[in-house]
C-alpha cells in the first residue's frame, strides 16, 4: 500500500510534497528503524543534512514486558564513559529493555521537506504534506484518507479514500522484491543504502538526546556511539 502511496504522491495528487510526519510509539531501534524507512520512502528518499529530538519512555499495550504494577519502560540510560546506552536498571533483562523509546524528531533532508516524529497513542500512523493536500495513512482503518484543495489558493478541501490496489501480505510483498531483484539484477526496493541512511538518522537521534535536543548532522561524526 505505501508503494502506490508514493506512486500517487509521485503523480502530484497533493501537489509538491513538502512534510512527513509519522505519530505513535516506537522504540528507537526496534521500530524507528522501520519508521524513518517509510518517512525517507514517502518523501522519495531525499538526503538527510540534520537530525535532532529526544528520547523517551514508550507505553507497552500490553505491558507483556513490565514488572506488575509499572506502566512504562526504556528510560534512555546513557553511559558517557563507554558512550553507549544501557538496559533500564529498574527493570529485567530482555530484548528490548536497552532500547530506548522515542519522544520527538526533526529530520532536514537536502531537498527542502522535512520529516517528523511525534510520540502519541497511535499506532503506526503517517500523514504527508503536499501544496495542494495530505494523505493519511492509518494502521487502525482499513483505507487510507486523501485530503485535496478544491482550489490552487483555496481554503476548501475534499477529503476521500485514496484509490489503492488490494492490499497483500507485507511479507508476499518482500519476497517477490527479493526474488525479482535476484533474477533482473536490479537493486530491491530498500536496498542496504537506504537502510543504512535510516539507521544513521535513528543514531543521529539518540546522539542529539544526549546533547539537550541538539542538530546533528549527517554523516554523523560520532561514529562509536552504541544503542
Known amino acids: 500500500s505505501y508503494g502506490a502511496v508514493r506512486q500517487a ?25 522501520h519508521v524513518f524507512d517509510t518517512l525517507l520512502f514517502l518523501l522519495g528518499d531525499p538526503e538527510e543534512d540534520f537530525a535532532q529530538g529526544r528520547l523517551g ?22 553511559n558517557e564513559a563507554e558512550n553507549r546506552f544501557e538496559s533500564d536498571p529498574t527493570l529485567g533483562v530482555n530484548d528490548f529493555t536497552a ?21 502519541s ?39 476521500r479514500p485514496l484509490e489503492l490496489p488490494p492490499r497483500e501480505d507485507s511479507t508476499i510483498c518482500i519476497i517477490r522484491d527479493l ?7 536490479r537493486a530491491t526496493k530498500c536496498p542496504v543504502e537506504i537502510a543504512h541512511r535510516g539507521m544513521e538518522i535513528a543514531l543521529a537521534l539518540a546522539e542529539s538526546h544526549v546533547h539537550d535536543g541538539a542538530k546533528v548532522t549527517i554523516p554523523l561524526a560520532n561514529r562509536t556511539l552504541y544503542v
Open 9 to 33: 504522491i509521485v503523480a502530484g495528487v497533493i501537489g509538491e510534497p513538502a512534510a512527513a510526519i509519522f505519530h505513535g510509539q516506537s522504540l528507537l531501534m526496534h521500530g524507528c528503524s
Open 57 to 78: 519512555v514508550y507505553e507497552e499495550w500490553g505491558e507483556k514486558w513490565l514488572p506488575a504494577g509499572r506502566k512504562f519502560f526504556n528510560t534512555p540510560v546513557f
Open 99 to 119: 532500547d530506548p523509546g522515542t519522544d520527538w524528531a526533526f529530520i532536514q533532508f537536502s531537498n527542502g521537506t522535512t520529516g517528523y516524529l511525534i510520540s
Open 121 to 159: 497513542p497511535s499506532l503506526f500512523d503517517f500523514m504527508v504534506l503536499g501544496s495542494m493536500g495530505q494523505i493519511l495513512c492509518s494502521e487502525d482503518t482499513p483505507e487510507f484518507l486523501l485530503r485535496q484543495r478544491r482550489e490552487r489558493f483555496g481554503r476548501a478541501f475534499e477529503t
Open 179 to 185: 526474488l525479482q531483484s535476484l533474477e533482473s539484477g
